[in-house]
């Protein structure tokens, strides 16, 4: 993962956790560990997948669908 890429990944991940935390009222704590245990991290933080690249709301949306929520 070249430098740039690890830097979107990095951002998308703050930006995930930061509307975990907003819509569910999750400390910031839980809302790192309730994405680093799930199906979706492993998507996230691979940059071939693309999703380093989407807005906050594409992440969530489709971090719910990977938990069978969205």
Partial sequence: MSPGQKQLVEFAIQDL??????????????????????????????????LCREGPEYLYSSFLKSEGRG
């Fill in 17 to 50: 956790v930061a509307e975990i935390v907003k819509r569910n009222g999750l400390s910031p704590e839980d809302a790192i560990d309730r994405l680093y245990h799930s199906r979706f991290f492993e998507q996230l933080i691979n940059p071939d997948s693309g």
